[in-house]
């Protein structure tokens, strides 16, 4: 374990030396893939909010300020130095037991634990050496010597993480109040922007997370940005943070609040509404407050955060919860019971927790399901009965294989029996386990024990995402489980048993082939049976657009106009535009006003290849895409850079280009991509497609 933890030492401290020498660091191929084998087992995590905010409690001169207490200095627009000169001289968490914290967060069965480092406030937790508002400026960091105590709490905490086997992250802001070159300045803020350099403050930036991810902390398994909203990657320096985090900390996963996309997404304090296509984690409060507030006493409950967690595992995420100890250090009563609850929970359930993720099932009516692989392969789903069916049946539609064996966990009770109704597995739970699973103090999970992963009957799945044709096209299913049929029909018409079954071409491929618009359903039989889940998707044929000469000009018009917008201005708005320039791509131009504006780039786009292309435009706020006269993308509206994507059938050559956009207020973003006909990735488009 030394040994280990040297060695990491010593690679992080050469790497450390790359990212300001830049010449020595490793290659992007050298560098290791985000790993996210851990997090998907552990599934279960503790955010903790901590500064000098937990000090306050949400207290402002004697007066209580609900909601986000580590919001305080911004909504109490108090003035950094008074709020420091308040804050810092009473901060001392003389209390603060790094061993408890973790034990309170193993014991409720979290696997890692995700702390701030530094908030929005500015205040490091750690011996900053490039700053002066960190935890050695306060009386529980300074030096014994110097009547201090001495500590460093995220040495504490990673030693204790260590010790009792979790993984431990590192939150970090990058919006910060304090910061003499942190811009936009806060309007109640007297200090002059004067001098201000941002590029000076992603530079401490830098400094600051190189000291948190060098290895003296040891291994860091998450970096965890946020506060990204007022600036962009570049400006923000955000490739260069995330190489050297990886390249510090092989393996580390970043999230996604550095102004780009990262390993994975953050839901706040709110659960997709189904499985998202990449990895993702919501984080939660547990009362109504990030960082600690003394009077917020609206704590979730341990029920109501297990069902959360069995919902999001269902939809293949995982789940930070929050808690904010005080300025002593000290978790507080009311938090610890709630995670007590959970932990006594976990003892008897966590096998539907740890190493699960969504099962190929409808959501049922009564719960969730999860489901799990051990490592002999044998497959488990578990049904979250957070309202047991009155009548006692759990039904598992379409599973064509028979369980091993079916358990209530941590019950005292006979194991249900299954029947089989076709291709449906039914249990009926007998009113005595009805009662008991009544009387429980927190939801109740029947496990199905598999030999291997079961056979289903699942709505047949398309493989690919294309909607749009040209000519003919191939439609490709994938395989069904063995001895199950796809049935398919191209009218619209729902598929009967009768329906022709689509059999295995010579590549093994289950594929129709399409050359009109069509609307496809497919649904899936075993033994004369057919499934009740069914895929229904449209297909367009579509012609063409042909192509017009090419301007001989590279480049793309743009012209920009000052104005409040809340949609998309039409074309003539922008006649009256006095700011013109030629810019090389779809891109913000330079010399636009900060905020307030709207943009038009018109020209022609050049296709290399006739077929379907797919547009991607991310825009912050709207957007809309044009091309030969036709609408691709409706982006509009007031909101932050999603992309969004349309389809579009040309033929080889120019094509006229129109984009249109408006900046209302804070960050502005204008990304356009394709995707080449036949091809699977967005890329960029290279500048001399653009004509004008
Ligand atoms: C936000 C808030 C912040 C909190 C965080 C957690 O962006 O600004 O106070 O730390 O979300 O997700």
Request: glycine share 8%; aromatic share 10%.
């Amino acid at each position: 374990m030394r040994n280990q933890k040297l060695l990491v030492r010593i690679v992080a401290l050469v790497l450390a030396t790359c990212a300001i020498t830049s010449n020595a660091c490793p290659k992007s191929d050298q560098i290791a893939p985000p790993d996210f084998a851990w997090w998907r087992e552990a599934r279960f995590g503790m955010f903790v909010h901590w500064g000098l905010y937990s000090e306050a409690g949400s207290v402002w001169k004697g007066h209580f300020l609900p909601g986000w207490s580590e919001w305080m200095l911004n909504r109490k627009k108090i003035p950094p130095a008074e709020y420091y000169a308040e804050l810092m001289p009473r901060f001392d968490p003389a209390d603060f037991d790094a061993n408890a914290w973790v034990l309170a967060a193993k014991n409720a069965g979290m696997k890692y634990i995700v702390i701030t480092t530094k908030h929005h406030e500015g205040f490091a937790n750690w011996p900053s050496a490039v700053s002066d508002q960190d935890i050695a400026a306060t009386k529980f960091g300074k030096p014994i010597a110097e009547g201090g105590r001495g500590r460093d709490p995220l040495r504490e905490l990673a030693d204790a993480c260590e010790v009792h086997g979790l993984k431990l992250g590192f939150y970090y802001s990058l919006l910060d109040w304090a910061h003499p070159d942190y811009l936009p300045r806060r309007e109640w803020d007297a200090r002059p922007i004067d001098g201000a350099q941002y590029a000076r403050y992603t530079q401490f930036m830098r400094a600051q997370v190189k000291e948190l991810l060098d290895g003296r902390y040891g291994k860091i398994a998450v970096l965890w940005g946020d506060g990204d909203w007022e600036h962009g990657a570049r400006e923000h320096t955000s490739d260069e943070i995330v190489a050297m985090a990886r390249a510090l900390q092989p393996g580390i996963l970043v999230n996604n609040r550095w102004a780009q996309p990262g390993d994975y997404a953050t839901p706040e304090n709110l659960i997709p509404d189904a499985m998202l296509d990449r990895p993702w984690e919501t984080c939660m409060t547990l009362n109504g407050s990030w960082g600690y507030a003394r009077d917020d006493h609206d704590f979730k409950s341990a029920p109501a955060v297990l069902q959360n967690l069995a919902d999001i595992i269902s939809k293949g995420g995982n789940y930070l919860l929050n808690i904010g100890p005080d300025g002593r250090g000290r978790i507080d009563p009311e938090s610890l019971e709630v995670l007590a609850g959970i932990g006594r929970w976990m003892q008897t359930h966590s096998s539907s927790i740890y190493r699960n993720g969504h099962a190929d099932l409808p959501v049922p009516e009564w719960g969730r399901w999860t489901m799990g692989t051990n490592q002999e392969g044998r497959t488990t789903f578990n049904a979250h009965l957070f309202s047991p069916p009155k009548s006692g049946l759990i039904r598992l539609d379409g599973v064509i294989d028979d369980p091993i064996a079916v358990r209530v966990l941590g019950g005292e009770f006979a194991a249900p029996t299954f029947r089989r109704e076709g291709p449906d597995l039914i249990v009926k739970l007998d009113p005595s386990v009805l009662g008991a699973i009544a009387k429980a103090s927190a939801h109740s999970v029947i496990a199905f024990d598999f030999a291997s992963q079961p056979r289903i009957m699942t709505a047949p799945k398309i493989l690919g995402d294309d909607r749009m044709f040209v000519g003919t096209t191939t439609v490709r299913f994938a395989a069904p489980p063995t001895g199950a049929m796809i049935h398919v029909t191209t009218d619209d018409s729902q598929p009967s048993i009768n329906t022709l079954a689509i059999q295995a071409n010579a590549q093994g491929e289950f594929a129709i082939v399409l050359d009109q618009t069509s609307t496809l359903r497919a649904r899936t039989s075993w033994q004369g049976n057919m499934s009740d889940a069914e895929t229904a998707i449209t297909f367009t044929r579509s012609e063409l657009s042909p192509a017009k000469a090419c301007g001989d000009r590279v480049g793309l018009d743009a012209r920009v106009i000052a104005g409040t917008f809340e949609i998309v201005p039409a074309n003539d708005a922008f006649s009256g535009s006095t700011q013109r320039s030629v810019i090389e791509s779809v891109a913000i131009p330079v010399g636009v006003p900060a905020d307030r504006y709207a943009i038009q780039i018109r020209g022609m786009i050049d296709v290399p290849a006739s077929g379907v292309y797919r547009f991607e435009i991310a825009s912050d706020d709207g957007s809309e895409l044009w091309i030969d006269g036709v609408l691709v993308i409706n982006n509009g509206g007031l909101h932050g850079a999603t992309p969004k994507v349309g389809d579009i059938a040309l033929a080889i050559g120019c094509h006229d280009l129109d984009v249109r956009m408006f900046e209302s207020v804070g960050t502005e973003a204008l990304v356009l991509r394709w995707r080449l006909p036949m091809t699977t990735n967005f890329a960029e488009i290279p500048v001399q497609a653009f004509r004008h």
